[in-house]
């Protein structure tokens, strides 16, 4: 096992985790207001939304990658481990830059792309046969 990749998957797991809670306090200040950002079913609310929920949903997604490899044992596939990192970073970043600008969703293709490469790298590594 490799416990320095499977470390910063448990680290970005909990930064997430804490990055969701403050996104979702600060968002929540103005939640109450029904034309806050153009109302509740706006571009720029709903890509807010969106970044604020990824970072628990990929937050998890390294959780469970971290628990897996620890609990079988195995060596960390590092791909994988990178992919899920990447997708972490690229996820709310990307959802909060087309927030700002519309243009930026043409972007989303790379945070799903890393995402859906860690999952299929941890299946395919020597983590579970």
Not at 42 to 49: A, D, E, I, P, Q
Not at 101 to 126: D, K, M, N, W, Y
Request: glycine share 12%; charged share 10%; with cysteine.
């Amino acid at each position: 096992m490799n416990p320095t990749l499977n470390h910063i998957n448990l680290w970005m797991a909990w930064i997430g985790i804490l990055l969701g809670l403050l996104s979702g306090a600060l968002i929540g200040l103005f939640f109450h207001r029904d034309e806050w950002l153009g109302g509740y079913g706006s571009w720029r609310r709903r890509l807010l939304r969106l970044g604020h929920i990824s970072f628990f949903g990929i937050a998890f997604l390294n959780l469970a990658f971290a628990n897996t490899v620890s609990l079988m044992g195995a060596a960390t596939p590092a791909f994988a481990a990178w992919s899920l990192v990447a997708g972490a970073v690229l996820m709310p970043a990307i959802c909060f830059l087309a927030a700002w600008r519309p243009g930026f969703r043409h972007l989303f293709f790379l945070p799903v792309v890393t995402l859906i490469s860690g999952a299929v790298g941890l299946l395919a590594g020597e983590v579970l046969p």
